[in-house]
């Protein structure tokens, strides 16, 4: 059996396996701030305002109005995981919950029952561009955790572990695990009621980059996981012998280590892998269930609850300019990184 089981280029939003549902990718140039955290009047000319999602000038402004970014909006019945490679995001939530995390840290929310939130991306630099790189994550919560109590949580860069492999010839790969383990190295713990929190279920997720001419082996995990590559900066690589170009989704063997050698530019790839949940998956935007019925509950609660409402006076939230990282608990415990 071929370890590679399929190659395919990447879209918009990245096509996952299960027990993921979704994998976004967002780099934006950002242009300098005006002083509301927000986009020059002219820089918005001719863009769709609330409906920006092509690129334009470098960046997009999505949901936003005057500040880029998602304001509050509902989720239920998964869990989202945001990496932030470079730039700035602010969280806050229905639960009065908030947070401000950077390049490096990573945000992992169980929406469970039902929670609302936001995820806004102010232009702290008056002077200089805000570049942005994230990647929003879905991962599908089972039938048993998929009406818990909403939960964040933040995994700060100081703390997410990291692997560095050295070659024979000196090259280095460097793994960020956000979650599952790589070379006896485990990650951080996930949100209790996640499916990442148990280890028989095999979740792995990992951003990698490899030094040009740099080798690594993915080590191998259980037959039953679903395992993705996404290759998205850099120029070329080889798996296992096959040449796959930037821009690519590689649909792997589980089972089997995988052999990986970079080319001559810098190369850059998140992994996705996991173990599927066994059950129907009905989805509507942002509402994840077991069934059509249980959509159609979840429709009727939203509309009759708001899910808690919006406790914030703002639709587009964003923390002070002058704020550094933080995460503000519902419980009103608070972290400053």
């Not at 200089?128 to 039938?143: A, D, R, V």
């Not at 048993?144 to 280095?172: C, Q, Y």
């Not at 290759?231 to 690519?248: A, D, L, N, P, W």
Request: charged share 25%; proline share 7%; hydrophobic share 35%.
């Amino acid at each position: 059996m071929t370890k590679i089981k399929n190659i395919e280029p990447l879209g918009f939003p990245w096509k996952t396996q299960n027990p993921f549902l979704f994998c976004a990718y967002h780099r934006d140039e950002y242009p300098v701030g005006n002083e509301h955290m927000g986009v020059h009047s002219h820089e918005k000319v001719g863009r769709n305002i609330g409906q920006d999602f092509m690129i334009r000038n470098g960046w997009r402004m999505y949901h936003g109005s005057e500040i880029p970014g998602f304001p509050y909006h509902p989720h239920r019945g998964f869990e989202t995981i945001t990496i932030n490679k470079e730039g700035v995001v602010d969280h806050s939530d229905s639960l009065g919950a908030a947070g401000r995390f950077m390049g490096g840290d990573v945000q992992w929310m169980t929406a469970g029952r039902g929670i609302q939130h936001s995820e806004m991306f102010p232009l702290v630099n008056e002077n200089e561009p805000n570049p942005l790189e994230i990647f929003q994550i879905w991962l599908n919560l089972p039938k048993a955790s998929k009406m818990v109590e909403p939960h964040f949580k933040m995994l700060w860069r100081e703390e997410i572990p990291e692997v560095i492999n050295t070659d024979s010839e000196g090259h280095k790969t460097t793994i960020q695990v956000v979650a599952g383990n790589v070379n006896d190295t485990p990650a951080l713990q996930p949100n209790p009621d996640s499916w990442a929190a148990n280890p028989d279920n095999y979740v792995g997720v990992f951003t990698v980059k490899m030094e040009p001419s740099a080798e690594w082996t993915l080590d191998k995990t259980s037959p039953d996981a679903s395992r993705s590559l996404f290759f998205y900066k850099g120029s070329s690589i080889e798996i296992e012998g096959k040449t796959v170009r930037s821009s690519s989704l590689v649909e792997l063997d589980a089972s089997a280590d995988i052999s990986i050698t970079n080319g001559d530019e810098e190369a850059f790839f998140l992994i996705l892998e996991g173990k599927p949940i066994d059950e129907p998956v009905v989805q509507h935007g942002p509402f994840v269930m077991n069934t059509s019925d249980e959509i159609r509950q979840t429709m009727m609660e939203y509309g009759q609850t708001q899910f808690g409402g919006w406790p914030w006076e703002q639709r587009e939230v964003v923390h002070p300019r002058e704020k550094g990282r933080f995460a503000l608990h519902a419980d009103g415990r608070e972290e400053i990184k």
